[in-house]
């Protein structure tokens, strides 16, 4: 953590279970690059369900965007 995070940590300290976060949790910069090097760049993430994708034959493509990074979702046909 650098020093320019301890505000972060702070912050997150203050938080009440069962209220909703701060503002800062929807609209800070620092924030969202922190949860997207803390959560997003390290897992996969669910881009949305199979049913979203358009069938227009094997394989299917669709496209959503999470933080800066590009998700593809790609249904095809099973050969085995």
Not at 29 to 38: G, L
Not at 46 to 58: C, D, F, L, N, S
Request: proline share 9%; charged share 25%.
């Amino acid at each position: 953590m650098t020093p320019n995070e301890t505000w972060i940590e702070d912050l997150v300290a203050t938080q009440q279970p069962g209220w909703s976060l701060d503002s800062p949790f929807y609209t800070d910069p620092a924030i969202f690059r922190r949860d997207r090097e803390r959560v997003f760049a390290r897992q996969w993430i669910m881009a949305g369900h199979v049913a979203q994708i358009p069938e227009r034959g094997p394989p299917d493509i669709s496209r959503a965007e999470c933080g800066k990074n590009n998700q593809f979702k790609i249904k095809g046909v099973r050969t085995t």
